[in-house]
């Protein structure tokens, strides 16, 4: 609060020849001396104000202000040594100043309050009574400030006066030998340090009394310079206060710590501060609120967030029991101290990897196959995986509360929340989060998303592309949604195909165009497959053929190179693969269409691939009564090619597991599987297998079952391991020795266009530039690189510079 400023008056020129009249200063000032007195005892309300003006004005006239401001300064002084000071210290009893002396002794806090409170109100009602008594006395004294006080420059009579209140009350002997509080200021001090340290454990004190004192410490100054850094309150009161709240936050940290419970801890500190906060703008001044603030986060908050962090009911407690505003309190507390909240947010870090680790570790667990003699638990793997990436967005869900009602919505701790997911997703410990991903998105477009609104839709594909986000190694990702998309198109698997194409249009905004190419352009393939299975229809019907016995052909013509038709075998199948050997029926129909696809596209060649294909066939079975049972029957092509070797195969005749081999030429493994989803699953056993066992060998023999049951019309023969699934680890690692090869070529092309760019370039700046150009993708190896490097110099598309140190390449046009 700034000095207290008396408003200007308005002076009455005196009646003319006053200044003729003579004067006896000794006279005079007797007469305003009485005055003065009636002023200070509150008896003046007979005086005449403009003869006491008239009689100041003369002293003025007559040259003799100086003998005036001296006579009045002398007379304040020698009355408030006499008559307020004397007052000021009867409050001081004896145990009032010892207990401010040497701590709280036999006295109760109540009586100690009112001790305290009556000195308080004691030199309350002695400054406000000075206050007004100046004024009054200014009012006559005008014309001395105005004349005397400019030209000698000196303070004016009221100024002068409050600063005689503050050198003779305020710093005046308290006069007491008991205490070692010897100045009335310093006692005040006390009083009022005390009063807040009751208020601190709990009291009601008098905030009023106190504001008027510290209102008084505000208009006073330490020295005639009436600066802001030198108002008594600043000089005198506030180091005191803030050394004391030093000393007591100290205290109550230690104790706090004592009781080893971060949330009380949390709370306690919050309403501490706004205790302080309050106290500054009620009691104290709002310009000590900032250096209060500043001595509680230092004893409270930065010399001990991080034990509080990491005690046993901290982060890691609050985060698994889901304590969210204690929480919001701590996070508040380190966003005091530290505006990066480092110590915070590597407790939630760490805490988020350890349960991501856990998560993983649960699902390594769940993969293993079951022990001998136990029962095989059908899609264990696919199941785990599912449940993986459940577990996964359930704990995002989890965190995303906590940053939404903990954390205040923080974009850095969003930022650190995020790297904390993408480290446990990407964990060198754990390779299959790309897959499982997959898996999860492939699920929810077979079969999840059925029945479900479009915000319900909306939600789990913005799930989907959540997860995406936290994936590193998005080309080996895009290797499997390809492999498992594909699937779900060509067997007619997704509810919607316009929800697979809302998460390609997601995709596309979040990886870009070059990552959905192949993906749209799958759609494109499917697209143009309908019209020309249309076309060959119209194409058969136009030519008039009158075989009855045709097979209808629905055909998916897939552009090489978009789908990935070889990755459900291993590269030495692929290498090895025969062509399959069709029916005569099937293999008329497929050179039918062959000769129809080269008059709409001459020169294109068309590869087969049976292990891809549906059939739907009619069975007809024998029933108890000597009738026939049809059976519509939905399979893989290769089952409808096993199927139709059986059609005029005499009731008694058998084929071996090598005959149906060697007429068909499907692959063993796919044979196997196929033969048993027809002779070993009991819901589809069109065919019966001697001996009856769960496992197909070679030496096997088959026969239709003519008395095939069923109460269906219609079936459907599924494949072991037909639908999506997660992969085994012979299958995992071929796959990731396939997206290591495509990533040769990926990173050749980056290292190419760098050194085109760059033509010179040393080795290390070289392997940093290669690693942002593809992190987008993929985070390459090093060594990885420097094998390209390499490879890229021996082919003569780079050269080392020579004698460059460190080493460094050039390019070669």
């Known amino acids: 609060m700034a000095a207290m400023r008396r408003q200007a008056q308005k002076i009455r020129a005196p009646r003319r020849g006053i200044d003729q009249e003579s004067i006896d200063f000794g006279i005079t000032w007797k007469n305003l001396e009485v005055a003065f007195k009636e002023i200070l005892t509150k008896n003046a309300s007979k005086l005449s104000y403009e003869e006491l003006y008239r009689h100041a004005y003369r002293i003025v006239l007559k040259k003799k202000g100086q003998e005036l401001y001296i006579a009045v300064t002398t007379f304040i002084r020698e009355w408030l040594e006499q008559n307020v000071c004397g007052k000021i210290r009867k409050l001081l009893v004896p145990s009032l100043l010892t207990t401010l002396a040497d701590g709280p002794t036999g006295a109760s806090v109540n009586e100690r309050r009112t001790a305290g409170d009556r000195f308080l109100h004691g030199l309350k009602d002695a400054?406000?009574?000075?206050?007004?008594?100046?004024?009054?006395?200014a009012d006559v004294l005008m014309y001395l400030d105005r004349v005397y006080g400019a030209d000698m420059r000196n303070p004016s009579v009221y100024h002068t006066c409050m600063d005689l209140f503050r050198d003779h009350v305020l710093l005046a002997d308290s006069g007491s030998q008991e205490s070692s509080l010897k100045s009335v200021l310093l006692i005040l001090n006390a009083i009022v340090l005390e009063q807040i340290q009751m208020e601190r454990s709990g009291d009601v004190i008098n905030k009023a009394e106190i504001k008027n004192c510290i209102n008084m410490l505000e208009a006073l100054y330490q020295s005639g310079s009436e600066t802001e850094d030198q108002r008594l309150y600043i000089t005198s009161f506030e180091p005191d206060f803030l050394e004391a709240s030093k000393m007591f936050y100290q205290?109550?940290?230690?104790?706090?710590?004592?009781?080893?419970?971060?949330?009380?801890?949390?709370?306690?500190?919050?309403?501490?501060?706004k205790e302080e906060q309050e106290r500054c703008r009620s009691t104290l001044s709002e310009s000590t609120t900032h250096k209060i603030e500043e001595v509680v986060e230092l004893e409270l908050i930065a010399n001990r967030i991080r034990d509080v962090i990491e005690m046993e009911s901290g982060v890691r407690f609050m985060i698994d029991n889901e304590r969210l505003v204690p929480l919001g309190l701590l996070y508040d507390l380190s966003a005091r101290v530290d505006p990066k909240k480092v110590e915070l947010t590597k407790a939630v870090q760490k805490r988020i990897i350890d349960l991501g680790n856990e998560v993983n570790k649960a699902v390594i667990e769940a993969s293993q196959p079951p022990p001998p003699g136990a029962p095989a638990v059908p899609n264990q793997q696919t199941a785990a995986a599912l449940k993986w990436v459940e577990d996964i967005l359930s704990l995002k869900d989890k965190f995303d509360a906590i940053w939404l009602e903990s954390f205040r919505l923080d974009q850095a701790m969003q930022t650190s929340l995020t790297r904390s997911f993408a480290d446990f997703i990407n964990s060198s410990t754990f390779s299959r989060g790309s897959e499982y991903i997959s898996l999860f998105i492939d699920d929810n477009m077979k079969k999840g998303i059925k029945d479900k609104t479009e915000e319900e839709v909306d939600q789990v594909l913005d799930k989907a592309i959540t997860l995406l986000r936290y994936v590193q190694d998005k080309d080996l990702f895009e290797l499997y949604y390809k492999k498992h998309l594909s699937k779900r198109l060509?067997?007619?698997?997704?509810?919607?195909?316009?929800?697979?194409?809302?998460?390609?249009?997601?995709?596309?905004?979040?990886?870009?165009?070059?990552?959905?190419?192949?993906?749209?352009a799958m759609f494109k393939d499917i697209a143009v497959s309908k019209e020309l299975s249309t076309g060959f229809k119209e194409y058969v019907a136009s030519r008039g053929d009158p075989d009855l016995s045709r097979v209808d052909l629905k055909i998916d013509v897939l552009t090489s190179g978009t789908w990935p038709l070889s990755q459900?075998?291993?590269?030495?199948?692929?290498?090895?693969?025969?062509?399959?050997?069709?029916p005569p029926q099937v293999a008329r129909v497929k050179q039918d269409f062959q000769n129809f696809y080269q008059t709409k596209h001459t020169g294109r060649e068309l590869t087969w691939h049976p292990d891809k294909g549906t059939a739907d066939l009619i069975i007809r079975f024998k029933n108890g009564q000597g009738s026939k049972s049809i059976k519509e029957v939905n399979m893989p092509t290769y089952s409808m090619i096993i199927l139709l070797l059986f059609q005029d195969l005499p009731e008694d005749k058998s084929l071996s597991f090598a005959d149906i081999q060697a007429m068909t030429n499907i692959p063993p493994a796919d044979l196997k599987r196929q033969l048993q989803s027809l002779a070993v699953a009991s819901k589809t056993r069109i065919l019966k297998k001697v001996p009856m066992s769960r496992e197909v060998v070679e030496s096997d023999e088959f026969f239709f079952n003519e008395g095939f049951r069923s109460d269906y019309r219609r079936l459907k023969v599924g494949v072991i391991a037909a639908n999506n699934r997660a992969e085994t680890e012979r299958e995992r690692r071929d796959t990731e020795k396939k997206n290591d090869a495509s990533r040769i070529h990926l990173i050749e092309a980056a290292i190419v266009r760098i050194m085109k760019q760059r033509q010179t370039l040393k080795h290390e700046q070289l392997l940093v530039e290669t690693v942002q150009q593809l992190a987008a993708r993929f985070k390459p190896d090093v060594p990885m690189i420097k094998s390209r490097i390499e490879n890229l110099i021996e082919r003569e598309y780079l050269e080392r510079v020579e004698g460059s140190s460190p080493a460094a390449y050039k390019y070669l046009a």
Request: glycine letters at 4%; proline letters at 1%.
């Open 490 to 520: 060509l067997m007619n698997k997704s509810i919607s195909i316009d929800v697979e194409k809302q998460m390609i249009s997601r995709m596309k905004i979040e990886l870009g165009n070059n990552f959905t190419s192949k993906l749209e």
């Open 127 to 137: 400054w406000a009574d000075h206050q007004v008594c100046m004024a009054m006395m």
């Open 568 to 582: 459900d075998s291993s590269e030495e199948e692929n290498a090895t693969r025969p062509k399959v050997i069709y």
């Open 251 to 273: 205290h109550e940290g230690e104790q706090l710590m004592r009781e080893g419970n971060a949330e009380t801890y949390s709370e306690k500190v919050t309403k501490r501060i």
